[in-house]
Every structure is written in structure tokens, then in C-alpha cells.
T-cell receptor, first 112, second 114 residues
Framework: QKEVEQDPGPLSVPEGAIVSLNCTYS??????FMWYRQYSRKGPELLMY????GNKEDGRFTAQVDKSSKYISLFIRDSQPSDSATYLC????????????FGGGTRVLVKP | ETGVTQSPTHLIKTRGQQVTLRCSSQ?????VSWYQQALGQGPQFIFQ???????GRGNFPPRFSGLQFPNYSSELNVNALELDDSALYLC?????????????FGPGTRLTVT
């Protein structure tokens, strides 16, 4: 079993809908949680960074962490076709700048 | 501010050959991490360099090695290439380990081993 599980999708939504993404993990030592967006054949781009449990909002993006359930989520409001990409969750036990353990990524398609 | 850059963009090698990939860190970052991303999968941590020394290593064999230079740039070397080494190799830079800074990724080098 992988340390971080993520539904591969694809997740198809109409433009303007809310995109809901999540990851589950097994390592209770993870404290730093990140979401990256990756366009085809490009490097991952950092979207959100959260330390420990709680919610964080940045524009159209909201990240939630529930350490008791070992479950993290990313919500994208008012989705746009430009949001079509693969979304990767990543976690670290020691620091955001140290070894990251990634999920397999969820492919999202926002249809105009 | 200059972002993370990697070279070459892509290359093709034959099984058994050796390859060197290069990375320049983002301005102000002195820590570099390397990841391997197979097609359709998430990146896997290879190792990290800080102050020109290896600072953590993932589950990769010794034929994967690296260097970091005084200007914080880094190289990833892979010897005795195998078909399964075909992947996107990503470099990420960050501020010193434990400082709380996030990792920022370069565009990657796509390696194909035939």
C-alpha cells in the first residue's frame, strides 16, 4: 500500500463548477501538506501549503487538512478551462523543504 | 527573481550508458532536491543536497549520484542506464532544510532509455 493515495481520475466538470480533490495517507508523522498543479510535460507548480490541521484559503483555492482522519482536500471554486491539469498532493514529516512524498495525481478536465 | 532551470529539456540514451542532468536553483535558494516521475505517476524523491553534501536519500540505487556546486547548482548522474530509468527528472530548490520554505520545481528533463 502506498503512503499517499490519490484517485487518478480523470475528473471532468463543467466550467464554473467546484472541483473537489482529496488524498489519504497512512504516515501519521506527516505535518506539512502541499498541493501542486502540473500541466502536461511541465514541472509541478506549488498552489497551496498548509502546516498541520486546519483550513487555508487563497483566491479560488481552499485547502483542508484533517490529521485525525489522515485526509486532505483541495477545493477549486469557479473552475476555468485553464484549471485543466493534474493535481498532486505532497507531504513531509520534517519540513516543506525536505523529502516530499507525493500522491499519484488526479487529472482534472474543466469543460467550457 | 530567477526560477529553477534544468538542462537539457529532453534526451535519448541507450541502455548501459551514463547520463548527467543539470539544475540551477531559484535565486536565494541553497538546497536542491531531485525527483523521478514515471509516466502517469507522482514524483519520487531521489536525494537532496545542501551545502554541497547529500542531505537525505530516497529508495534509489547507488548508480544514482549527485553533486552540488558552490553556486548551489546541482547535477544528477545516472550510471548503467536501464529501461525503467525512462522518466521525467525534476529538480526542486528551497531555502535551508528545516527553515519552513517550500520547494519550487523546474520544468524537468525527460529521459528516454532505449
Amino acid at each position: 500500500q502506498k503512503e499517499v493515495e490519490q484517485d487518478p481520475g480523470p475528473l471532468s466538470v463543467p466550467e464554473g463548477a467546484i472541483v473537489s480533490l482529496n488524498c489519504t495517507y497512512s504516515n501519521s508523522a506527516f505535518q506539512y501538506f502541499m498541493w501542486y498543479r502540473q500541466y502536461s510535460r511541465k514541472g509541478p507548480e506549488l498552489l497551496m501549503y498548509t502546516y498541520s490541521s486546519g483550513n487555508k484559503e487563497d483566491g479560488r483555492f481552499t485547502a483542508q487538512v484533517d490529521k485525525s482522519s489522515k485526509y486532505i482536500s483541495l477545493f477549486i471554486r469557479d473552475s476555468q478551462p485553464s484549471d485543466s491539469a493534474t493535481y498532486l498532493c505532497a507531504m513531509s514529516a520534517t519540513a516543506a523543504g525536505n523529502k516530499l512524498t507525493f500522491g499519484g495525481g488526479t487529472r482534472v478536465l474543466v469543460k467550457p | 527573481e530567477t526560477g529553477v532551470t534544468q538542462s537539457p529539456t529532453h534526451l535519448i540514451k541507450t541502455r548501459g550508458q551514463q547520463v548527467t542532468l543539470r539544475c540551477s536553483s531559484q535565486s536565494g535558494h541553497n538546497t536542491v532536491s531531485w525527483y523521478q516521475q514515471a509516466l502517469g505517476q507522482g514524483p519520487q524523491f531521489i536525494f537532496q543536497y545542501y551545502r554541497e553534501e547529500e542531505n537525505g536519500r530516497g529508495n534509489f540505487p547507488p548508480r544514482f549520484s549527485g553533486l552540488q556546486f558552490p553556486n548551489y547548482s546541482s547535477e544528477l548522474n545516472v550510471n548503467a542506464l536501464e529501461l525503467d530509468d525512462s522518466a521525467l527528472y525534476l529538480c526542486a530548490s528551497s531555502s535551508p532544510p528545516g527553515s519552513g520554505g517550500e520547494q519550487y520545481f523546474g520544468p524537468g528533463t525527460r529521459l528516454t532509455v532505449t
